[in-house]
């Protein structure tokens, strides 16, 4: 299994470099860290007294490493969850936030736990995850991702200018399809066509 830093590093690598895309809502954003986390986390990289897209641009891969780290993996307890999930937990936690863990919480639902869904990883959480993992361990971390999978294309469907996330110009999978993919067994991921169908009401 990866190491906490080799999973921050894969996320860097899977965010890439600097972008300000108008139709993302995260703003001016570099590895994965957008402008908001930075103000919150009060990191003034060029120390002239405010935290602005000048310092989003000059953030350094070891920041952001750190900032996912203690603020996105440990903050949160994703190291508490069973290993199986903390991979796909962790990243999609960098993506979508709190989200991430309301998706596990309404699975964990699904499969007969009783957790309340607020996207906080409690005691609750913890145990039913326990549960959950061991009644199916080969299966759990498949579960999760293809609940990741099926957020994003709802995401998609409810805000057409995120829709180019999950499907490409070519009508192929976006990155937000292949990124949820990654952390899914291949016998589950979904062929062009099924995908094409998914996405065919989009227009």
Do not use: C
Request: charged share 25%; glycine share 10%.
């Amino acid at each position: 299994m990866k190491t906490v830093t080799q999973i921050a590093d894969d996320i860097i690598a899977r965010e890439g470099g600097y972008v300000n895309d108008p139709s993302d809502p995260g703003g001016a954003t570099k590895y994965g860290v957008t402008i908001g986390t930075l103000r919150s986390l009060g990191i003034d990289n060029d120390g002239d007294g405010d935290v602005d897209i000048a310092d989003v641009k000059a953030l350094t891969r070891v920041q952001a490493r750190d900032i996912f780290i203690h603020h996105y993996f440990e903050r949160p307890r994703i190291g508490d969850l069973p290993g199986s999930l903390q991979a796909s937990v962790f990243d999609m936690y960098v993506n979508a936030g709190a989200n991430a863990v309301k998706i596990l919480q309404r699975l964990l639902n699904d499969m007969g736990q009783h957790v309340t869904v607020d996207g906080v990883i409690g005691p609750q959480t913890i145990a039913a995850a326990e549960i959950a993992h061991a009644m199916a361990p080969m299966h759990l971390a498949d579960a999760y991702g293809i609940a990741r999978r099926n957020y994003y294309y709802t995401l998609a469907d409810n805000r057409p200018a995120s829709r180019k996330y999950a499907r490409r110009l070519d009508g192929g999978k976006g990155g937000w399809i292949k990124r949820a993919e990654e952390f899914i067994s291949p016998r589950y991921w979904l062929s062009e066509a099924e995908h094409a169908k998914r996405v065919s009401a989009w227009g």
